[in-house]
């Protein structure tokens, strides 16, 4: 009976958990419960976010491919006051639609002048002032031609926003060259 004198013997010294472990065991377990509920609750916020960035950026790009599709008429009307849309299906969503010229920089900005040739007649300024009515010419046409837009989507209630932009082309705009 040797083995089950053992039993005894571990069964006298088998006492349970003392009060001590039994806290040790129950903070361990509300710290981990603290922090999966706490990592949860950032994974639902971050959800949200992502949710509503999408949102955004679909809207968005509707509204670019909508102006890309059926461009408005260019002319400095547009320049004056930023466009503003609601969306029929999306009433908590508005988009402001921006439209600017591009903009070229001047001839005489982008080559400095030579003090050194004073003479008006040489072939050389008169290669220059050609240089810089073909210039002239080109940056009007430009600046007619292609427009840059942007859009911004909204969220009237949180406040988040969404802004992409693009490029236009008018294609109504001629070169407006005077021989």
Known sequence: MHSGGM???LLKNSRGFSMFE???AFTLFAIFTLAYNASMGRNKEVSFRLREELALQKLCEEVLNE??????KFDAALLIKPD???FEDFKQYKAV???KRLDIPSFDLLIKADENDSDPNSQEQQNKAATKKVYSIMEDYIEDAIWQVEVKVMNIETKY??????WL???EAEPKVQI
């Open 22 to 24: 039994i806290l040790i």
């Open 97 to 99: 639609v921006t439209y």
């Open 161 to 166: 926003s969404y802004s992409l932009s693009t």
């Open 84 to 86: 503003t849309r609601t």
């Open 169 to 171: 082309s008018n294609n």
């Open 7 to 9: 039993v005894n013997k």
């Open 67 to 72: 102006l890309v599709l059926n461009p408005p």
